[in-house]
């Protein structure tokens, strides 16, 4: 059985950082992929950055690149995503996700939303202008 249990959200001012855990049991096997998504309001929820386990093959959303990072602890069974330069358009609940996935996938792939089985509850990140 799978868990994840996502930590580490906020508010923050625009400009501000943080950094989002996700601890994580239950899953064995190279073809491992983990993510964090995050869904707004009023809008689909989104692929923020993804990570294939076995092959340490990062993917993220453009909105993001350069400002988001995306690591793994694997002592720690914790995936992470360090959020730096936050903007107000950031704010949104932040979900980690994980499945076991074709290998080599695309970044398309790797971040849509319906390849993944497994969800955390999530946490909030507020930025604020």
């Known amino acids: 059985q799978v868990q994840l249990v996502e930590s580490g959200g906020g508010s923050v001012q625009a400009g501000g950082s943080l950094r989002l855990s996700c601890a994580a049991s239950?899953?064995?096997?190279?073809?491992?992929?983990m993510g964090w998504f995050r869904q707004a309001p009023g809008k689909e929820r989104e692929g923020v950055a993804a990570?294939?386990?076995?092959?340490?093959?990062?993917y993220y959303a453009d909105s993001v690149k350069g400002r988001f990072t995306i690591s793994q602890d694997n002592a720690k069974n914790t995936l992470y995503l360090q959020m730096n330069s936050l903007k107000p358009e950031d704010t949104a609940m932040y979900y980690c996700?994980?499945?076991?996935?074709?290998?080599?996938?695309?970044?398309?792939?790797?971040?849509?939303?319906?390849?993944?089985?497994?969800w955390g509850q999530g946490t909030q990140v507020t930025v604020s202008s």
């Open positions: 990570i294939w386990i076995g092959a340490g093959s990062t």
């Open positions: 239950g899953y064995t096997g190279s073809n491992y992929y």
């Open positions: 996700a994980a499945d076991t996935l074709t290998p080599s996938m695309t970044a398309e792939q790797a971040l849509g939303v319906k390849v993944y089985n497994y």
